[in-house]
């Protein structure tokens, strides 16, 4: 993918990441790793804790490699969340919220306005100038998408972005299977996958929804992002 001119991620729950496996990762050019974390501790359906994956954290920040953790906010995590990021700003790591979806689709459900008020205190934690990774466009989706106002945007997924399954299947995200290999993928391919695919409204995918966004509604997100980054350094030019 390197040797295409493209850059590279993965997420990972940090299990078997060992210093040689990452000095692997890096070499082969990977760029970017994010670990989920949902909770301080582990507990049933919740495994992946800041308890079972601190060294892991430490061990991925000490190297030169974009990283960040991301922590999902649901039913069993909303207590926890900002707890995971004040944890994790301590270790000198970025954090990324993602909202619970069903199969990529956010859904309404009894807690979400609770969830809407993690999703506004990252807000404003990104506003005081806590590394935080969400780009502030994504909180803006989110706010949207859970108060009943969706944006409406155009996927970029198999174009500006696409995922790679562990059998090397090429697919626009996790919940769009493919039976193609990537190596079969062209660039005329890629081209063709820049309209809309009919399931934007909603859409849950984070990592598809991040990269997609810059591309629609381009001016008026431009605007947001820069109003919130001035007044990120109002405090500072006082």
């Not at 954290?57 to 039913?75: A, G, K, L, Q, Y």
């Not at 969340?81 to 199969?103: P, R």
Request: proline letters at 5%; a positive charge.
């Amino acid at each position: 993918v390197r040797g295409q001119g493209m850059t590279t991620g993965m997420t990972t729950n940090g299990f078997l990441l060992t210093e040689e496996k990452l000095g692997e990762l890096i070499d082969a050019g990977m760029g970017r790793i994010q670990m989920s974390v949902d909770a301080l501790k582990p507990k049933d359906g919740v495994p992946k804790s800041l308890t079972t994956l601190r060294k892991k954290i430490e061990m991925v920040s000490r190297h030169p490699i974009w990283f960040r953790v991301n922590t999902v906010i649901c039913d069993e995590t909303i207590d926890e969340v900002e707890e995971v990021a004040k944890t994790c700003w301590d270790l000198g790591v970025a954090i990324n919220f993602s909202v619970v979806h069903d199969h990529g689709r956010l859904v309404k459900m009894p807690n979400t306005p609770r969830f809407l008020e993690r999703v506004e205190w990252l807000k404003q934690q990104k506003q005081d100038g806590k590394p935080i990774s969400t780009p502030f466009y994504l909180i803006d989706y989110y706010e949207r998408a859970l108060n009943d106002k969706p944006m409406d945007w155009t996927c970029q997924a198999g174009s500006k972005c696409f995922y790679v399954s562990a059998e090397g299947h090429f697919q626009l995200c996790y919940h769009q299977p493919s039976t193609r290999m990537l190596t079969d993928i062209t660039r005329e391919d890629l081209a063709k996958n820049r309209g809309k695919k009919g399931c934007e409204e909603n859409c849950g995918v984070d990592c598809v929804v991040h990269t997609s966004l810059p591309f629609s509604n381009r001016s008026d997100l431009i605007k947001l992002e820069v109003k919130r980054r001035a007044s990120q350094l109002l405090p500072v030019l006082r």
